[in-house]
């Protein structure tokens, strides 16, 4: 493909197949800026039905007919469930309708039309006294919006009601009492490209704008005539046409909007606007919109109601004395990008002076003197917050403001108070840093383009940090020998290294040290401990300990056990932050999130604890370098009395089978034909070479005797869809723990072996200590489901066994964790389950697909 047809699109230099944002955010060690950070985006998700609204609705079965009230308790998609006005908490009587055949109509319509009210039967039952009841829901309800439920908006999304060709209004950005229509003609997940009436044949630049639907100064037809607006081109459009053809066109488009036009409610989510206390004339340091990259001195030079001002960047060279005369843009009082004077000297921000001003250094006291000026009061200004999750390094998808049907890969790389500094990637032209406000439209999630279906701008070579991989210590066999150093150096050298870290702030972790010559445990391989450098660090706390973690995973025997022992973690909770860390295994790759402290005061127990929970010595690695000996005294203990004094219950462990195991020093050895019986339960495959170590006395350590787990079912494997046939499944394990230990291998009389089956099959028939459930539901075809039972009815176990049979069967750990059953599978949309479960976009995605097979076969087999 030819180079400079992809440059001319964008400059990307590759194409979008070519893009992986998990890639590229594990390649760079960064994080995304979390997803609910973007109201906006979150907003857009949200459809215009919501549980708690009213309607009325045709009473079926009735000999009188009638309507009655109704509340909606879920909704999907058209389908919504609703439950008569009188049955309070009673769901017995709850009933599913269709948006689009249901006879639905808003609260007050049956009284407007004239026609009967009549409750059904069991609400005339419960309540003599019907007529009392429903003058007191007519008074409280709130009713569901008359468009979504009548009309030719019935049943649509909100954002699906903004369909290319229709039509909007648009206040002119420097007069508020001036609008023009505007088609859409794209609609980009709430981003829309207007076109502006009239501009056909025009150039463009100036005929088209793109805007976010929640835009403050967009408004439904008709708007301008209700709000008296005068109906007039932008600034820019006049001159292009004479005033006879602009009358021409005003003429065609005010005529009042058409039934199924779009209307004032799409637009209910807006931000209110307050009112201001501007006055003319008053001083400030802004962002130009239209050039958002410096801080100038600006000036409010026209204030038109209690609500809006225009704003104008200084400009000395435009004859106005410094009052104005630069590019202007209208305000209200929570405009972003205005900020109150002495704003960038307080957070260290160079201020760009005026074009014109003459000196070297600009001072404000000067320059208002200079103006005859006064500074608009801190009391203007919203109280700036600072509670928001955008951090330096984080990456996100920005709008490029001279380019805005482009959307690039972008970095923080400055945050002070609600504004960000963003460094566009991709971009075809080096520009430079563009300033934002954290609420900013313009800027949306990682991966937001791939769900919409739009193009992203994105860098043709990832860029790499230089320093990612910050060890600086060779592994001890390829360093050159040690010159003789007095053992009091030492201590000082480590003490300093220990709290370099502390100097460069709160979140600035020290060297993490590996302490090869301390005990490793039966899951690390020292040979492999060995080689890892000699220490990590220091830099950023979470990215530090990441790259350590992944350093022991890694050096381990099993690194899918490894990474669930690391991602287990019940006894502590370390209100950190969640990272996804990775291992391969046997041909397989997994992940798995795991919470790493992300302030330095936190690191030293967060290495110590950890190295526990891996049954290690607790000095492993940690910020401190164990010189001659450790202080744990871990190098003359033998496994079994090591795990005596610091190690886990194995008995306790979730999926180890009782009696196969155990690590108390009495405990009975494994014989060889016990070890031969396992081969009923586990299918071994070749066995890893075990590395030279020099482990201690009765450790089993590259033995490669260690069972295998169900570790792999808490995981999130990357192949997705092989089988788990070398691993337990939920059956066996119920069957073997429900079996007590046998004191010898010899006591027990040989058990024959069991027909096994595959671990995804839904099945639990063959096991007789499992608990009764409903049938699993069965694939008809690849999008339709056959159910046997109603999922309503289905228990916890039941709703993990369904995702089991699926690709996303890695998470039904977290179903069966936070105890989702049926009626609570049945609510769960995209951004419940990206925020309650904190999966990322593309998993959530596939999970609430195959969520909606369940709900789409639901609604077709028990929902009448």
């Known amino acids: 493909m030819n180079r400079e047809l992809l440059d001319s699109d964008g400059g990307s230099g590759q194409d979008e197949s070519d893009f992986n944002w998990d890639e590229y955010l594990e390649e760079n060690r960064v994080l995304a800026v979390p997803h609910h950070a973007f109201k906006h985006v979150d907003l857009s998700l949200q459809t215009g039905l919501t549980p708690g609204m009213k309607l009325e609705v045709f009473v079926r079965g009735e000999p009188d007919g009638g309507y009655w009230l109704a509340s909606i308790i879920t909704t999907c998609g058209q389908l919504l469930l609703l439950r008569y006005e009188g049955y309070h908490d009673d769901r017995r009587a709850d009933f599913w309708c269709d948006i689009m055949t249901a006879d639905l109509h808003p609260v007050g319509w049956s009284r407007q039309q004239g026609r009967l009210m009549r409750p059904p039967e069991g609400v005339r039952e419960k309540h003599e006294n019907w007529e009392a009841l429903l003058e007191t829901a007519l008074s409280e309800s709130c009713s569901a919006p008359a468009h979504l439920l009548e009309g030719p908006h019935r049943g649509k999304n909100p954002l699906d009601l903004l369909a290319p060709g229709s039509s909007v209004e648009l206040q002119d950005s420097e007069d508020p009492a001036v609008a023009w229509v505007a088609v859409i003609e794209e609609n980009v997940g709430g981003r829309l490209c207007l076109r502006y009436a009239g501009t056909e044949g025009l150039p463009q630049t100036h005929a088209r704008r793109w805007v976010f639907y929640l835009h403050p100064l967009l408004h439904p037809p008709g708007w301008a005539r209700e709000h008296g607006c005068t109906l007039a081109p932008p600034a820019v459009l006049r001159g292009l046409r004479s005033e006879a053809e602009w009358d021409e066109i005003r003429q065609r488009i005010s005529a009042p909007p058409q039934d199924g036009a779009i209307t004032e409610e799409l637009f209910k989510d807006k931000p209110a606007i307050s009112a201001h206390c501007f006055t003319e004339g008053m001083k400030l340091e802004a962002v130009d919109p239209a050039s958002p990259f410096s801080i100038s001195p600006a000036t409010v030079t026209k204030v038109f109601s209690d609500q809006y001002f225009l704003v104008e960047m200084d400009d000395l060279r435009a004859g106005k004395g410094g009052a104005g005369g630069g590019p202007a843009f209208l305000c209200h009082c929570d405009s972003a990008g205005i900020l109150p004077v002495q704003w960038s000297l307080k957070n260290g921000v160079q201020l760009s002076p ?255 604890k950890t190295c526990i929970r891996l049954e290690c010595c607790p000095n492993l690695f940690g910020p401190r370098m164990v010189l001659e000996r450790c202080s744990e005294n871990c190098s003359v203990l033998t496994k079994t009395k090591y795990t005596h004094y610091y190690g886990k219950k194995k008995s306790k462990r979730i999926g180890r089978p009782p009696g196969g195991h155990t690590n108390l020093e009495g405990g009975v050895k494994r014989t060889g034909k016990r070890r031969k019986r396992r081969k009923h339960f586990f299918v071994h495959k070749k066995k890893r070479s075990a590395s030279l170590d020099n482990t201690p006395a009765g450790s089993p350590q590259g033995s490669g005797e260690e069972e295998d787990l169900d570790e792999e079912d808490s995981l999130s494997e990357d192949s997705g869809s092989e089988p788990q046939d070398d691993l337990l499944d939920d059956s066996e394990h119920s069957e073997r723990k429900s079996q007590p230990p046998s004191p010898t291998p010899t006591e027990t009389a040989p058990r024959p072996r069991r027909r096994r089956r595959k671990a995804h099959s839904p099945s639990c028939s063959d096991n007789e200590n499992h608990p009764p459930s409903p049938k699993s539901p069965r694939a008809e075809a690849p999008e339709k489901l056959l159910l046997d039972s109603s999922p309503l009815e289905w228990s916890v176990a039941d709703v993990v066994r369904f995702i089991r049979t699926t690709d996303c069967s890695p998470l039904a750990r977290i179903f069966l964790d936070q105890e989702i059953d049926g009626q609570a599978l049945l609510l769960l949309t995209l951004p419940t389950v990206q925020e309650c479960m904190g999966l990322k976009l593309g998993p959530a995605i596939k999970l609430c697909h195959h969520i909606e097979r369940v709900k789409l076969a639901f609604y077709q087999q028990f929902a009448s």
């Open 354 to 608: 005026p074009p014109g001003y003459e000196g070297q250094d600009f001072d404000w006291a000067d320059y208002l003197k200079q103006c005859g000026a006064e500074a608009a009061p801190q009391h203007c200004f919203p109280t700036e917050q600072c509670d928001h999750e955008f951090m330096e390094s984080m990456k996100l998808e920005a709008v490029n403001p001279l380019s805005p049907e482009h959307i690039h890969v972008a970095t923080v790389t400055k945050v002070r108070g609600q504004h960000i500094w963003l460094r566009l990637e991709g971009v075809k032209q080096s520009i430079p840093e563009v300033i934002v406000h954290v609420d900013s439209m313009d800027i949306f999630p990682v991966s937001w383009c791939e769900t919409n279906g739009y193009t992203l701008q994105h860098p043709s070579k990832p860029r790499v940090q230089k320093q990612r991989r910050v060890a600086v210590v060779q592994p001890e066999k390829h360093r050159a020998p040690p010159r003789a150093t007095p053992p009091e150096t030492l201590k000082q050298q480590e003490s300093s290294q220990s709290d370099s870290g502390q100097t460069n702030g709160k979140y600035c972790c020290p060297k993490i040290y590996f302490n090869h010559r301390c005990f490793s445990g039966p899951y690390l391989n020292k040979g492999r401990i060995a080689e890892l450098p000699q220490c990590v660090g220091p830099g950023n706390c979470v990215l530090v300990l990441k790259e350590v973690l992944t350093l022991l995973i890694n050096a381990a025997y099993k690194p899918s056990r490894v990474l669930r022992e690391l991602q287990l973690d019940e006894e502590a909770r370390w209100q950190g932050q969640g990272e996804t860390l990775k291992a391969k295994y046997k041909g397989k790759s997994y992940r798995a999130t795991v919470e790493i402290v992300r302030t330095a005061d936190r690191v030293a127990d967060f290495c110590r």
